[in-house]
T-cell receptor, first 112, second 114 residues
Framework: DAGITQSPRHKVTETGTPVTLRCHQT?????MYWYRQDPGHGLRLIHY???????DKGEVSDGYSVSRSKTEDFLLTLESATSSQTSVYFC???????????FGQGTRLTVV | AQTVTQSQPEMSVQEAETVTLSCTYD???????LFWYKQPPSRQMILVIR??????QNATENRFSVNFQKAAKSFSLKISDSQLGDAAMYFC???????????FGKGTRLHILP
């Protein structure tokens, strides 16, 4: 199994609080991604990274920020959580478009 | 803009029968790769099969095969001899050439009827 872990696996937080999700890999893959999964929407890209300190926005980036200070870690931050950000969040890693992407176990985030 | 469309939100198939899940995509790129991923109730995403666009031959992995029609921009997944363990969400995915973003379809939930 590819070495990718997400933490936490579950989180309940209050509206307006900041939240940080962590993705850690041991595969030394260049690309890292954050997706959210919602019923009827599939997987939607929030942000992705193509190297240390190199990140770009996805299709649903509003309200989210990311950081990648080391190859192995990719952090997703909700600056001020809202109920619309209740979702399951997946991190993925990839060596490039020719190769398989590997996914973390997902984080179920509930904003109350 | 590149898009990936899965037009069947849900499908059902009798155990041991064959089912085909559809995926269409829109791109101006000529060389690319396409993937099908499976997400069982455990939520873990698993690669099912990969297709290289420059290859004429359709990819096959055991009971899973694709019908890749490049001109029509269609990439359907055929599951033969369906088994109960095939019940899952299936996602079609397309990594973009220009920036390696991976775009997913909305998924098809497959039910296997015993």
């Amino acid at each position: 199994d590819a070495g990718i872990t997400q933490s936490p696996r579950h989180k309940v937080t209050e509206t307006g609080t900041p939240v940080t999700l962590r993705c850690h890999q041991t595969e030394n893959h260049r690309y890292m991604y954050w997706y959210r999964q919602d019923p009827g929407h599939g997987l939607r890209l929030i942000h992705y990274s193509y190297g240390v300190k190199d990140t770009d926005k996805g299709e649903v980036s509003d309200g989210y920020s990311v950081s990648r200070s080391k190859t192995e870690d990719f952090l997703l931050t909700l600056e001020s959580a809202t109920s619309s950000q209740t979702s399951v969040y997946f991190c993925a890693i990839s060596g490039g478009r020719r190769t398989e992407a590997f996914f973390g176990q997902g984080t179920r985030l509930t904003v109350v | 803009a590149q898009t990936v469309t899965q037009s069947q939100p849900e499908m059902s198939v009798q155990e041991a029968e064959t089912v085909t899940l559809s995926c269409t995509y829109d791109t101006s790129e000529s060389d690319y790769y396409l993937f099908w991923y499976k997400q069982p109730p455990s939520r873990q995403m698993i690669l099912v099969i990969r297709q290289e666009a420059y290859k004429q031959q359709n990819a096959t992995e055991n009971r899973f095969s694709v019908n890749f029609q490049k001109a029509a921009k269609s990439f359907s997944l055929k599951i033969s001899d369906s088994q109960l363990g095939d019940a899952a969400m299936y996602f079609c995915a397309y990594p973009l050439n220009r920036d390696d973003k991976i775009i997913f379809g909305k998924g098809t939930r497959l039910h296997i009827l015993p």
